[in-house]
């Protein structure tokens, strides 16, 4: 750990950081994937790594998504805590018996005598003109299985506290990572180990004439609708998710019966999206305070489109501002 | 295929174990058949939810417990009981579970074995990792992963063999080839002659055993499991055995097999050949036979008033094993499950 | 085919009874699973389809999901109607990947070129006392991935017609049956070919208090509630959803903004259930129709319970009636 | 190792095609190198998104097609679009699909290819069902399937071999070895000395063939395609040849292997010793060379602006095609999309 006591850093310095000080403090922590080790990863997360902690800790796998899901599952009951990196949520799926069958449930089918204390990466969403599968949303498919913590960092800060709070854990935590955010800002991140709780949202702004909500790759576009209109007069209180599961809901709905309105954004479709969790967790609980219908700016139910048609598919500034402005105006 | 004792008790080669030995793993075959034909009777009567009974195949699975050490960790099936007993999981729990309580997936802690895995393939890289898990501690100790011919055609199969060939994980899998996955014969499943050359696709070595010796598979198995033990790697084992009874209480085998087919395997069952080879060394009679069939009646039938005594989980309690700590939201729903919230 | 214009007939029979009107209607239909042959499946509604048709065309598999889903595909791609039937929902996880990242985008990926007309059976659903990953209900998964249409009946005229109307498809559909409903109840069923179309819902009750929103396996607890709640003298709409996706949100639109309150169950866990789907769309389009919160009663988010504490697990009736009281009390 | 024409354009059995064949066939190497290295130049420019680079091997794909029928299905990689391409997908599709243009993924009509396969391992089954449908409709067609070493690491892999081999399935397994998973070599991957005794675990055929070596590609994939043709199941074809490129043009090399290696591999070039058989027999020259190279450069300029001139997907187009007819929520979704409705 260095003597500086924070850094300006992209949040995929950040993470990389935080594998860094995991491995550095803990030998249980191992790390392992495809490509993780001599390339650093596709996304080069795991950069170095492999230099300083040993092929016996940083894992360089063939390519068996089950097979290394199962195997780190395998570990983990065993009392090691790895890090397993997938390189894109549309290669999580080969993955998605073991994780659904086995590393959420061990703990519940065993009550208790066995856990799963692993951490599965997952870089996910679109906007850098990938091929097929390359640019997937599919955190609603994680949130709905039993067992599972979700995570999705939108800044270097919350990038490093998340994934060492996960680390941490006792229990299995997905770690889905903006892959358009990974070089997008930098900010001051502490050197060392410190975790953002999993659990409660970001109030990232404080407002009172509408609520955005937002999680990972959208808050970009969210922060950026928020200012838009606080330009005109408005003020918009802005809820940086960062936990999916377990989902704060208290938090949500203190800022809904507080504004009245609210804007949920999401990449992924929108059918079964956990935007509509979250719109229907504020429909039961602060009915009577709402002035407006609440609004889901998401993804369309299709494909995620090639390069050329990407800003087809993402929501942008304008279906934000548009979406709040029918509230404004309900 | 490998076989030391014949199925009329004689000896095809040097007998791996002593006689006393012998007579304790012919006891847990004794002891294993009692549980199994409990366990079906008890489901024909309401007590069990859907069993799968393992008759026939008890040498296969005590004798691959007796080549492990006490403290290797077994990964196996909703077949395996015996097998899971024998490395120390209380008959009590194994009925406990089969009654559809989730308690009986709670080992012991110092019992290295995991709950049955209730779906085909997925667990056998469960096995991998924990082999690698104690491979990084140079504990000593390694997994044996216990699984049926149908869990072969599953892609987790291959991914577990390939991993563990690649990082010389000692893990031992240990393939029941009992002739079905359900319905579907093992000629059906694959085309390879044998399961045991599977191996040769992961650099592997692949050893085909008489699953109903349980000389035979005793010794394949201690071979393995040193071999993994001191780095060696992975080795795969086709016990070759038969699965007597039903797929489950639920499944009617005449839809896809003779009888006749199981009149030639009683001839070749596991727990007879060893009882002549005992008698023949003056060491069973059937005065030790009726002793060791009511200790083993007391034994089961205590397991079973141990795991019909438990009450249930109380209200609420089926929320309070999905994580460590309860998170907020599945404390309202256990208050709404309990009635103290609407 | 038989004579007589219709038959009494349970669920399973009616699901047997569609295979075989389908099989021997079109010759490019076929059946294809686990012990789907010489056993007729663990349900027994191949039953007898092996001996009609052959194991040309009704093919008994190893156990290998995955390779079954995607063969079946590549069977579809080429022109074949396979219906897969996977053994439990539990089950049908390994196959996942090939499900969403093959089956329901070809059309899309070659651009109308190539489809997949062909259909996933999966039994669902808990109540029986069975063993772990026997009880799974995945709907919520299945209809976030778009390019799939998801079924999920309730009766056995509805299991009929939704399957033969999925087998006429000519794109994917998952058909979720409801394994307690398979021999729960009988029913007149009209022999021969008969579709209950893909999409609208089933008004099955016409009330003004309040619409009762459920699908499948719960719809008996939900027809239950609502008998329970008439006799009270309460006004109750059961709406069979049958569809869920494409999801027929403006019939629902259309019932609570007359009742204006709604209760929606589901046995799946609650936490991006589809039942967040339903709240969402009411809140969105009837929110100045309602007299009170949409309710939502559903499993909780866990695993499934084993055999002793199904119960606990269940949504029952008095659940449902005590949700719909809160909607009137509001 | 199975070999026909050796790296310095040698014999070593007799030639499988003829002067005039092979001469067709050493253009479409030409071509296709010419593709690939323009391609690289392209994503370089921005005009294309990441590309994959199949240089060194243009025999294994040339070859490969070479031994099909015409109306043979391939089912093939990110990796394979000179397989693709000679099997009758036209260049300009690929190339609009490196646009990132979903037209791209349409071949025309007749064309019996489905689009590239981005994801690794679960393609391969998808060459059996359709080689399985052929055979129920007893259409004499065959299916290759194409892909890489690392692939065979997945559990889709094992399936389809499987599946195949149980039902006797026309489908021919073209492996492309090409020593790397991304960064992961070959002897990392799996601890069988060769891809091709995977074959054994399948009791299935497997042959292992020099992939630079267009003539014994040609006849191993033309053999093996004969026999699915004629009823008698599946092979597993290892043609062993290297990446000379990236693994993309994201990738950095230079992290994994040495530069030595490439230099080796180079001197097996696949076209190099084609053009040493020919000119030996005088069917080779510089004139030949520098005309065909010109039609090459002239033919992918063509299809570069053809894919370049294509206006992109229409506003809300990207809707139409998740369903035969769009369901009303998509209708919905699509006029919000296009700016009809809020
Ligand atoms: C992933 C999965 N698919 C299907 C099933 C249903 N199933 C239970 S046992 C079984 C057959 C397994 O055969 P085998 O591996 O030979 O074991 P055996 O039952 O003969 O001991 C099947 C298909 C399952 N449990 N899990
Ligand atoms: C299921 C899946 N996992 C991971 C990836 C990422 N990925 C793309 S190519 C590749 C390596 C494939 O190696 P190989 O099969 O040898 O083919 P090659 O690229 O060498 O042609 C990986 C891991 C993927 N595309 N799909
Ligand atoms: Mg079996
Ligand atoms: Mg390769």
Redesign the interface.
């Known amino acids: 750990m260095s003597a500086a006591t924070s850094t300006v850093m992209t949040m995929a310095q950040a993470l990389n950081d935080a594998l860094d000080v995991a491995l550095d403090k803990d030998g249980d922590v191992l790390v392992i994937g495809e490509d993780v080790g001599r390339t650093g990863g596709v996304f080069r997360i795991t950069d170095g790594l492999l230099e300083t902690y040993g092929a016996a800790r940083v894992i360089d796998t063939p390519v068996a998504e089950s097979g290394i899901v199962g195997a780190a599952f395998g570990m983990a009951v065993g009392g090691l805590r790895p890090v397993v990196e997938l390189q894109f949520m549309g290669f999580s799926y080969p993955a998605f018996d073991q994780v659904i069958n086995h590393v959420s449930r061990i703990r519940h089918r065993s009550q208790h005598r066995f856990s799963a204390p692993m951490v599965i990466r997952i870089p996910y969403g679109g906007g850098i003109g990938a091929a097929e599968h390359h640019s997937e949303s599919a955190e609603a498919i994680y949130a709905h299985v039993p067992g599972l913590k979700v995570v999705v960092p939108s800044t270097p800060y919350d990038a490093k506290g998340l994934l060492l709070a996960a680390i941490a854990d006792p229990d299995p935590v997905v770690v889905c990572e903006p892959i358009r955010l990974y070089r997008a800002v930098k900010e001051e991140v502490p050197a060392g180990w410190y975790e953002v709780p999993i659990g409660p949202v970001g109030v990232e702004r404080e407002g009172t004439d509408v609520t955005f909500i937002a999680w990972g790759a959208m808050m970009k576009e969210t922060r950026a609708a928020a200012s838009a209109l606080e330009e005109e007069g408005v003020s918009v209180e802005v809820l940086d998710l960062r936990t999916v599961v377990p989902f704060d809901a208290d938090a949500v709905v203190a800022s809904v019966s507080k504004t009245g309105r609210v804007v949920i954004v999401h990449e992924a479709p929108r059918t079964v999206g956990f935007g509509g969790e979250v719109a229907a967790t504020v429909a039961e609980r602060c009915l009577y305070s709402l002035h407006a219908p609440p609004e889901r700016v998401t993804g369309w139910d299709s494909v995620f489109p090639l390069k050329r048609s990407e800003s087809q598919y993402l929501p942008d500034v304008a279906r934000i501002v548009a979406a709040a402005r029918r509230t404004l105006e309900a | 295929m490998r076989q030391v004792l014949t199925p009329s008790g004689g000896l095809d080669g040097t007998a791996p174990l002593d006689v006393e030995l012998t007579r304790r793993l012919y006891r847990a075959m004794v002891i294993a058949r009692v549980y199994d034909r409990k366990s079906t009777a008890m489901q024909k009567q309401g007590r069990l939810?859907?069993y799968a009974p393992f008759e026939g195949q008890e040498a296969a699975q005590i004798g691959a417990a007796a080549g492990l050490e006490p403290d290797d960790?077994v990964?196996a099936t909703?077949r395996d009981a015996a097998l899971m007993w024998a490395q120390g999981y209380p008959w009590e729990l194994l009925v406990a579970?089969r009654?559809?309580?989730?308690?009986g997936?709670?080992?012991p802690?110092h019992v290295p074995v995991?709950?049955p895995s209730?779906?085909?393939?997925?667990?056998m890289?469960?096995?991998?990792?924990?082999?690698?898990?104690?491979k990084?501690?140079s504990s000593g100790r390694i997994?044996l992963t216990s699984f049926g011919d149908?869990?072969t055609?599953?892609?987790?199969?291959?991914?577990?063999m390939?991993?563990a060939?690649?990082?010389d994980i000692g893990c031992v899998f240990f393939c029941q080839n009992n002739g079905y996955?359900?319905?579907?014969p093992r000629h059906?499943?694959?085309?390879?002659?044998t399961i045991a050359?599977?191996a040769?696709?992961?650099?592997?070595p692949g050893v085909q055993v008489d699953g109903n010796d349980l000389f035979a598979v005793y010794e394949t198995v201690h071979e393995a499991a040193e071999r993994a033990r001191s780095g060696q790697g992975p080795t795969l084992i086709e016990a070759v055995t038969y699965r007597i009874g039903p797929h489950t209480t639920?499944?009617?085998p005449t839809?896809?097999r003779s009888d006749d087919e199981a009149v030639e395997w009683r001839k070749r069952d596991p727990l007879e050949r060893v009882r002549i080879y005992l008698s023949e060394r003056d060491a069973w009679d059937d005065a030790w036979e009726a002793a060791i069939e009511e200790e083993a009646a007391g034994e089961i039938d205590r397991a079973v008033s141990l795991a019909e005594a438990m009450p249930?989980?109380g209200?609420?309690?089926?929320?309070d094993?999905?994580?460590?700590?309860r998170?907020?939201?599945?404390d309202a729903?256990r208050r709404q499950?309990v009635g103290e919230a609407?």
């Open positions: 939810a859907t960790w990964v909703y579970g009654t559809g309580d989730e308690r997936g709670r080992p802690d995991l709950p209730i779906t085909v393939g997925g667990h890289v469960h096995a991998v990792g924990l082999a690698w898990a104690e990084i501690r997994a149908g869990a055609s599953e892609g987790d199969f291959h991914e577990a390939n991993l060939a690649v990082y996955a359900i319905s579907l059906e499943q694959t085309r390879s002659d050359q599977k040769i696709a992961y650099g592997m639920a499944d009617d839809r896809y249930p989980l209200p609420g309690e089926i929320l094993a999905m994580f460590e700590t998170p907020p939201h599945l729903q499950l609407p």
